[in-house]
C-alpha cells in the first residue's frame, strides 16, 4: 500500500477515514469492482475517485472537496503510471 499526498508531496505511513454507512457501502462496491476489472491483469491502469464532500457554489457548479483515488498496480501495468508514482510503488519513496 502506498499513500501518496499530492498536496504537499509527500507519503503517509497512516489515513484515518471516517465515512458514514453510504460511503463505506460505496467504498467497498468501488473497491470490490477495482479488484475484480480483469483489466488491472494486463497493462491498463484500473482506478477510480472515491468521492468525498461536494458543495455547490452560488452559480450552481459542483466541487469536490474531498477524494480518494485508488489504483490496482501489478507487474503488467506499472510501465503505464508516471514516473513519480512509478517510484513511490517499487521503492516505497519519492
Not at 494486463?42 to 468525498?52: H, L, N
Not at 457554489?57 to 459542483?62: A, I, L, P, V
Not at 489504483?71 to 519513496?93: G, H, M, V
Request: without cysteine; glycine residues 2%; charged residues 35%.
Amino acid at each position: 500500500m502506498r499513500i501518496y499526498n499530492d498536496s504537499n508531496n509527500s507519503l503517509l505511513d497512516e489515513v484515518e477515514i471516517s465515512l458514514t454507512i453510504e460511503e463505506a457501502e460505496d467504498f467497498q462496491f468501488r473497491l470490490n469492482d477495482l479488484a475484480n476489472n480483469p483489466a488491472h491483469k494486463y497493462d491498463t491502469i484500473v482506478d477510480d475517485f472515491i468521492e468525498g464532500d461536494v458543495i455547490e457554489k452560488e452559480d450552481g457548479t459542483q466541487w469536490i472537496t474531498k477524494s480518494i483515488r485508488i489504483s490496482i498496480y501489478t507487474k503488467e501495468n506499472l510501465n503505464k503510471y508516471s514516473d513519480l508514482a512509478f517510484k513511490i510503488i517499487t521503492k516505497d519513496k519519492l
